[in-house]
């Protein structure tokens, strides 16, 4: 069985999640990454995504987090999200009104790389709205 460690979800908003768990995948900017008790110290970005927490009782709970960056020690793991909420709870206008502003973004862009950036992140969104909506 194995260790579990504490782990913290945080959003401008509210704390989300601050718990023992076994493990929690995160949606970190160069690819996703399980998180477990005693992990190396790393500090990372985080892309849009769904974050996966492995209760310490066995449950899965899944979040849809818009950016941030995570703070991992052996000890535990916190991850302070620029914007954070239960895939449950995801709100489809709102997921449909950030994809928009992106897509504007990418058309609005003055340059090669702020329309490089723009059209990585609303491919970000576009493949998180597949992955937590149903079609």
Known sequence: MPEAFKF???SPERLLVSEQVESVVIPGAEGEMTV???HAPVMTTIKPGVV???TAE???????VFGGFADIVPAGCTLL???????GDIDRADL???IQ???EDVADAKDDETRSKA???LSQLTTLEGAILPA
Do not use: D, P
Not at 58 to 64: I, L, M, N, Q
Not at 81 to 87: N, W
């Open 58 to 64: 066995g449950k899965a709970e899944r979040y849809v």
């Open 81 to 87: 999200a620029e914007s954070a909420v239960a895939v």
């Open 36 to 38: 477990m008790a005693h």
């Open 8 to 10: 913290e979800l945080v």
């Open 96 to 98: 449909a009104r950030r």
């Open 101 to 103: 502003e992106a897509r």
């Open 119 to 121: 059209e990585q992140f």
């Open 52 to 54: 996966t927490v492995n």
